[in-house]
């Protein structure tokens, strides 16, 4: 289930993200690797996953910590 997704209006990136997701790979916390100029961030912290697919130029560090900041304001919901 995707709680929320943000792509500006992007149907194919919408798609790309969502075989990212069904395809997380297992056995990880933090994962990520860049192809086409993007990097593909996953935090895992089950039962869920965090992701985001950024420009390279921010780098992956950033998009760790976007994640992060992202599932520490999720978890002070549940």
């Given amino acids: 289930m995707i709680l929320s997704d943000f792509s500006y209006g992007d149907t194919d990136l919408k798609t790309l993200a969502l075989k ?3 395809r ?3 056995f990880h916390l933090l994962y ?8 593909y ?4 912290e089950d039962p869920f996953i ?6 390279e130029g921010f ?6 910590l976007f994640l992060d900041r992202l599932e520490t304001s999720f978890a002070s919901f549940w």
């Fill in 41 to 44: 961030c996953f935090f895992i």
């Fill in 24 to 26: 997380t790979p297992p």
């Fill in 50 to 55: 965090f992701f985001t697919i950024i420009d």
């Fill in 59 to 64: 780098g992956k560090d950033r998009g760790f």
């Fill in 32 to 39: 990520s690797y860049t192809a086409g100029k993007r990097i």
């Fill in 20 to 22: 990212c997701v069904e």
